[in-house]
């Protein structure tokens, strides 16, 4: 019998397994890099405050508006499974956040950027319901050790991205500098 530290390890690592399937591997990739893109989202109240002038608030009143629409969306979910697949409404969303995260590069241009974009980030809500359920169909007797593991590539974008992005953001900048990080953003996601 193995020592009971040593056994936890053994468990901690069973998600691991699973990357023997080149798919996957392919979707723990493309997952990461979609969600590092994804996460320049959170600059978006700073930018806001410093390029245009927004007072603190303004931003989480949008924030609103997006909450709505994202409620919205993700309500219509099953209908959008049975209209295109579970992994059909993944891509599509996955296209919406990456169109959204497009629109993010134009924000040097106005606000109204800023704010088309997370509204239409959040019409991408779906695909996050879609994506689990993408895992527990494609893997029904290790859903355990595939949530782990896609759970996992979700906190690690996350960290990576809140690492990288503030160092990228110059807020005395301007224009396409100013925006950099949203720039990064979109290539990493396409």
Sequence with gaps: K???RLACLGVVAEPLELLGDPFLRVYILAKCLFLVGVDAFFLLRSYV??????EQGDFEQVLGLVGVMGFA???CTPALV????????VRRSCFLGVIALTMLCLAPLGSA???ASVLIGSLGFPGIVADTS???ERYPQAQGKAQAL???VVKASSSIAHLVYPRLFRAKASG???ALPFFVAAALAW
Excluded: D, E, N, Y
């Design 134 to 136: 993408l895992i527990a």
């Design 82 to 89: 049975q209209r295109w697949s579970t992994a059909g409404l």
């Design 73 to 75: 969306s993700i309500v």
């Design 113 to 115: 950027f800023c704010v």
């Design 176 to 178: 396409a500098l100013q």
């Design 150 to 152: 896609s759970l996992a």
């Design 49 to 54: 405050l410093v390029a245009f002038g927004w």
């Design 2 to 4: 193995p020592p009971r």
